[in-house]
């Protein structure tokens, strides 16, 4: 009882039902609000805390696509869960509402470090990306070719 109590409190809950809340999409996020009752002695404590669950972006290809869909939607925090501050403050200079960018895919002939493209009328748009499938990939680059 005192270990379910435990992971109750540390996890919130998320974690320790046994049950996969997972709705199987990759690059999506969950809030929820947790209204788990954990007992200790003779004291009752309620948690309202909310649970989010992050972005992994376990590919690069996985990443990239979020980060400029999180772009076209005008959502700079979804955006910087698969890249750097300086990435997303480049790319959010202009507005990426009704963007009509292209993915051309990922080149990963360094496999450390991919480079993955989009094209654009007028131009291309290239993304550094750092990480590993475990750890999770970012954007941690962004340079644009016009042409």
Known sequence: MLAAAVCAVALVGA??????DSDGTTGSSTTRSSTTTTTFGASTIPDTTP???GIICTTPEDAVQGIVAAWGANDRAAAS????IPVIDRLFQVSGVGNSWLFQGCDRSDP???VCAFSYEGGAAFFTMEGTEAAGWKATKLEFLAD
């Not at 974690?15 to 996969?20: E, L, R």
């Not at 869960?81 to 750097?84: D, F, P, V, Y």
């Open 51 to 53: 649970a989010t669950v």
């Open 81 to 84: 869960r698969c890249a750097t």
């Open 112 to 114: 450390g470090v991919p």
């Open 15 to 20: 974690a320790c039902s046994g049950s996969d």
